[in-house]
């Protein structure tokens, strides 16, 4: 096993000691994922995608939250990150690539559909699944990203230009990966949340540890300049939109989706919460999620 799978079990048991998580190894087509599910086996699946630089780790308030509603909730790391594969190159990180992993992953855990709950490149991904493959989400939810048309006509504005600088930035050889140093994560994960505590230190060594060499998490940027994606469409699925109103890299008036682009969303804008919504306001985020999703008894029933 490697250090940074032990290191995100230890992590993960001394922060929140949850009962019942299971850690599993998930191949989802060409990539194998490591996931931590928790919840009944039975129960209708929750899929929970992480952001930069994170892992697993950052739905530790949800899980069990939803695992108490009856659902089996699974949070992978992201391709680059944890304990799944780390595929080599820019070009392995396209948003099409990164989509189809999460809809594989659906399969590959045996249903045919799932609810998507995703944060900032989590997020990202959540959109691009709903829109190019709604056969397999059924409700989306989605923490502090906006809708790639807000997004694009965001970073039309010198405001926005100016809030994402990193992007840019990480379109250089080398020098991002010098930046974001451990040292620099460590302080990041302490001191941007709005809420002091938000991550303890067990957590923050557990997301450096994850992170690896940054290469591949910074990939991410690096193939969304370099890559055009398909068309975007509709989408289908009813959206609920959670938006720490304390975000310092995006502004809050990208959190509203274009209704021809997404005609079945609630926006849920949490004031004292930062970017890092879901560790500011864990209890708040958890009831709008359970009450979004629904209990487990209404649901679907697996493949």
Not at 20 to 48: F, I, S, Y
Not at 189 to 212: K, L, N, Q
Not at 259 to 286: C, F, K, L
Request: charged fraction near 25%; charge should be positive.
């Amino acid at each position: 096993m490697s250090d940074e799978r032990k290191l995100s079990r230890r992590g993960f048991v001394k922060a929140v000691q949850l009962e019942g998580v299971e850690h599993l190894d998930v191949k989802a087509g060409d990539v194998r994922l490591h996931c931590a599910a928790v919840g009944p086996r039975d129960g209708p699946l929750v899929v929970l995608m992480h952001g930069f630089p994170e892992c697993w780790l950052a739905w530790r308030y949800q899980l069990p939250a939803l695992a108490a509603a009856g659902f089996r909730a699974v949070a992978p790391d992201l391709r680059g990150y944890g304990g799944s594969d780390k595929p080599r190159g820019a070009a392995a990180y396209r948003i099409d690539l990164l989509a189809r992993d999460a809809a594989e992953l659906i399969v590959a855990l045996g249903h045919e559909r799932a609810d998507l709950v995703g944060h900032d490149w989590g997020a990202h991904i959540a959109w691009h699944v709903a829109m190019w493959d709604p056969r397999r989400v059924r409700r989306l939810a989605i923490l502090n990203v906006p809708h790639p048309e807000r997004m694009r006509r965001g970073l039309r504005t010198l405001r926005q230009l100016r809030k994402s600088w990193y992007m840019l930035f990480f379109q250089l050889p080398v020098l991002p990966e010098w930046f974001m140093s451990p040292r620099r994560l460590r302080r990041a994960f302490r001191y941007t949340p709005a809420r002091r505590g938000s991550y303890d230190d067990a957590v923050i060594e557990a997301m450096v540890a994850a992170a690896g060499d940054r290469t591949a998490p910074i990939n991410y940027y690096r193939a969304a300049a370099r890559y055009r994606s398909p068309s975007w469409k509709p989408v289908a699925a009813e959206t609920l939109v959670i938006w720490g109103e304390r975000d310092q890299w995006l502004g809050g008036e990208l959190a509203e989706p274009d209704p021809r682009w997404v005609p079945r969303v609630r926006v849920e804008r949490i004031a004292e919460a930062s970017h890092w919504v879901q560790a500011d306001a864990p209890g708040r985020v958890n009831e709008l999620l359970v009450s979004f999703l629904g209990r487990a008894e209404v649901d679907y029933p697996p493949r």
